[in-house]
């Protein structure tokens, strides 16, 4: 095939690109510029997209012997993954901005421009497998990405490559030096992209601003006073603003947040509990939206933990019913199913953007919900 391969300065793209080449196909590869006025250097892990980057990724075109390029994406990167994180936020959300920039930039705006021009499919250096059409989780656990490649479509999946999904990161970089590729024990990006200092409630505050609102206990007793909700995220639990633990000693956590009134709630690690989440822009990697309720596991964020559950759709969201209760669900964040049954239980259902959650315990029960299934 004739595949593109998106090559961000770091090891797994290049080894990624190399796999591509050796299996044969014509790879052509692309840097993509998303800064307007990029650093010249990383710090240290932090950061990347920098000059640095794409002066590394163009080394390693030239040891692979392929056509390199930059593509200037800066404008479109920012309005749907910089700006969409910032409204997110002031919104009282907790965005996971890698999982947008796949979504709207390496999976829609580039995977667009390869087929324009005549590319077969897009390689990228994602921890995640491909095995006919079916999306699952990558071998190395620790480095698995499939959470935040779970909002493709059945389509964007079809024009995609993850080469090093079936292999270690340790492995990948001992790859990386046998090819003589310099960014072999180069470090891995940490943190946000686009806020090298790690900071981002200052990079918030810039953008957002001030906007005072009050910290409160589940009673409504004011605790506190704060500048802006984009400080807070669900599941919080330093820097709150607040002098001591509760009165019986225990740590305190944010519960709930709302942007409208600017209140922020904190409450104990039970209050945290969620037994139902409703979820909105439901995507189905198969392409196909599940007749009835499905059993699936569940994680809530990138390199969270996971819970037994009942999916369903619903419109055009979906509703999560936890077989087990999960804590620090916070509005923004993807809820991520998996099958339970398959080979290797590693089979990305589908996904959806979570707007809601629901604390009761159900009784819907699991003999109810078994029934429901058969």
Excluded at 101 to 121: P, Y
Aim: glycine content about 12%.
């Amino acid at each position: 095939m004739r595949v593109l391969a998106a090559m961000s300065g770091g090891v797994d793209s290049a080894v990624a690109a190399a796999r591509a080449v050796e299996a044969g196909h014509e790879v052509v590869g692309v840097h993509l510029a998303l800064s307007a006025s990029p650093g010249t250097l990383r710090t240290g892990s932090r950061g990347c997209c920098s000059k640095e980057d794409a002066g590394d990724a163009r080394r390693a075109a030239d040891v692979l012997g392929i056509p390199f390029y930059v593509w200037d994406f800066a404008d479109r990167f920012k309005e749907d993954v910089i700006d969409d994180f910032v409204a997110a936020y002031a919104a009282g959300e907790t965005p996971n901005p890698c999982l947008r920039c796949n979504e709207k930039i390496k999976f829609s705006a580039l995977s667009d421009r390869a087929v324009a021009l005549g590319f077969d499919a897009v390689v990228t250096g994602h921890y995640a497998r491909l095995e006919d059409g079916v999306l699952r989780r990558a071998v190395d656990e620790d480095k698995d990405q499939s959470y935040v490649l779970a909002v493709l479509t059945a389509d964007q999946l079809g024009r995609a490559m993850f080469p090093i999904g079936d292999t270690p990161k340790p492995r990948i970089r001992e790859e990386a030096a046998e090819r003589g590729l310099a960014v072999a024990n180069k470090p891995d990006s940490h943190d946000i992209c686009f806020i090298p200092s790690g900071d981002t409630q200052a990079f918030l505050g810039a953008k957002i601003g001030i906007r005072p609102g009050a910290v409160l206990d589940a009673d409504g007793t004011k605790l506190a006073d704060h500048e802006g909700v984009h400080g807070f995220t669900i599941g919080q639990r330093k820097g709150l603003g607040l002098p001591g633990p509760a009165a019986d000693g225990k740590p305190r956590y944010v519960t709930d947040i709302d942007p409208d009134s600017g209140v922020v709630r904190v409450g104990s690690a039970k209050d945290l509990e969620v037994w139902t989440i409703l979820a909105d822009r439901a995507v189905w990697t198969s392409g196909a939206t599940p007749d009835g309720p499905i059993e699936c596991i569940v994680q809530v964020r990138a390199h969270g933990g996971t819970a037994p559950a009942v999916g369903e759709a619903v419109g055009d969201g979906l509703v999560v019913r936890l077989r087990e209760p999960l804590t620090g669900v916070a509005r923004g964040q993807a809820v991520v199913l998996y099958r339970p049954d398959s080979a290797s239980g590693d089979e990305v259902i589908g996904s959806g953007t979570i707007s809601g959650t629901e604390r009761e315990t159900h009784s819907y029960a699991t003999e109810a919900v078994a029934d429901s299934t058969r």
